[in-house]
């Protein structure tokens, strides 16, 4: 996201925990700081993607707020369910800065290339101030109206992405239980209305064995809890998400964390 803002022509900083993932960032042009506040400082729009709530909550001090310029916008694209977001949509309001929750629908390859999906919901003002960055980083942005509708459609989203991925896991164990080679029941989808090229990436990773994390596997467990949080203070049961929710707590459990969330294949039909 930080090279596509770059490249866009948008003077941009980073800043990360571990300054040396950063570090590469400098080759496009990013200036790369020791803390967030510095990396902050008289920017614009400061730009969160971080793995939870609690995180974002440590990094977005006062001091950090603060030292945006007047006027500045917080673009908030961290996945932090429904209650984080409304914590941090306050903690924004409380620093007297515009903010955008827009968390990002798309893994690490939509990301190199520019073609995430953005789901918007904040400010006007915020928006507008945002918009270059949200054309730098993504394809299409989905405005949802009021702070916090982002993070909503975020879960439901995910709520789809993650189940295919438990779905994909499971028809490859089906496959393999009746006898069936793993690649027919890709080509058996293929092209097919059912058929779609996440399933087919995910389904292919299974086969292969490759596991490198696109997608983390303990973020999209964190999501599936999520998830289940907002369904029940919604009044609602979801099923299919509670077993997607069990499969991949097995599979952290099993140590699979840093591995992508292809990875719960291993942990399925055992």
């Given at each position: 996201?930080?090279?596509?803002?770059?490249?866009?022509?948008?003077?941009?900083?980073?800043?990360?925990?571990?300054?040396?993932?950063?570090?590469?960032l400098?080759?496009?042009?990013?200036?790369?700081?020791?803390?967030?506040?510095?990396?902050?400082?008289?920017?614009?729009?400061?730009?969160?993607?971080?793995?939870?709530?609690?995180?974002?909550?440590?990094?977005?001090?006062?001091?950090?707020?603060g030292?945006?310029?007047?006027?500045?916008?917080?673009?908030?694209?961290?996945?932090?369910?429904?209650?984080g977001?409304?914590?941090?949509?306050?903690?924004?309001?409380?620093?007297?800065?515009?903010?955008?929750?827009?968390?990002?629908?798309?893994?690490?390859?939509?990301?190199?290339?520019?073609?995430?999906?953005?789901?918007?919901?904040?400010?006007?003002?915020?928006?507008?101030?945002?918009?270059?960055?949200?054309?730098?980083?993504?394809?299409?942005?989905?405005?949802?109206?009021?702070?916090?509708?982002?993070?909503?459609?975020?879960?439901?989203?995910?709520?789809?992405?993650?189940?295919?991925?438990?779905?994909?896991?499971?028809?490859?164990?089906?496959?393999?239980?009746?006898?069936?080679?793993?690649?027919?029941?890709?080509?058996?989808?293929?092209?097919?209305?059912?058929?779609?090229?996440?399933?087919?990436?995910?389904g292919?990773?299974?086969?292969?064995?490759?596991?490198?994390?696109?997608?983390?596997l303990?973020?999209g467990?964190?999501?599936?809890?999520?998830?289940?949080?907002?369904?029940?203070?919604?009044?609602?049961?979801?099923?299919?998400?509670?077993?997607?929710?069990?499969?991949?707590?097995?599979?952290?459990?099993?140590?699979?964390?840093?591995?992508?969330?292809?990875?719960?294949?291993?942990?399925?039909?055992?």
């Amino acid at each position: 996201m930080a090279r596509n803002i770059a490249r866009a022509g948008i003077a941009t900083a980073a800043w990360n925990r571990r300054r040396e993932r950063a570090e590469p960032l400098a080759g496009d042009g990013v200036q790369v700081f020791d803390t967030p506040a510095e990396a902050a400082a008289g920017r614009d729009v400061v730009v969160t993607m971080l793995p939870d709530a609690d995180v974002v909550r440590a990094v977005m001090t006062s001091e950090v707020l603060g030292a945006l310029a007047d006027g500045g916008a917080w673009l908030q694209c961290s996945t932090v369910g429904v209650e984080g977001a409304a914590e941090l949509i306050s903690l924004a309001a409380g620093a007297g800065v515009g903010f955008l929750d827009a968390p990002v629908s798309g893994t690490k390859a939509p990301a190199e290339a520019g073609k995430l999906v953005i789901l918007a919901s904040g400010d006007e003002a915020a928006a507008e101030l945002c918009r270059p960055v949200l054309e730098a980083v993504g394809s299409k942005t989905v405005w949802l109206g009021e702070a916090g509708n982002g993070s909503r459609m975020k879960l439901v989203t995910n709520d789809w992405v993650l189940g295919v991925t438990a779905l994909m896991a499971e028809g490859m164990r089906l496959c393999e239980g009746l006898g069936l080679s793993r690649e027919s029941f890709l080509q058996a989808i293929e092209g097919a209305p059912v058929d779609s090229p996440y399933a087919q990436a995910k389904g292919r990773m299974m086969i292969d064995g490759d596991f490198d994390p696109r997608f983390p596997l303990q973020h999209g467990a964190k999501d599936t809890r999520l998830i289940l949080r907002a369904a029940r203070e919604a009044g609602l049961e979801l099923p299919v998400a509670e077993a997607t929710a069990a499969h991949f707590a097995d599979s952290l459990a099993a140590g699979r964390g840093e591995e992508d969330v292809a990875a719960i294949y291993r942990d399925t039909a055992r």
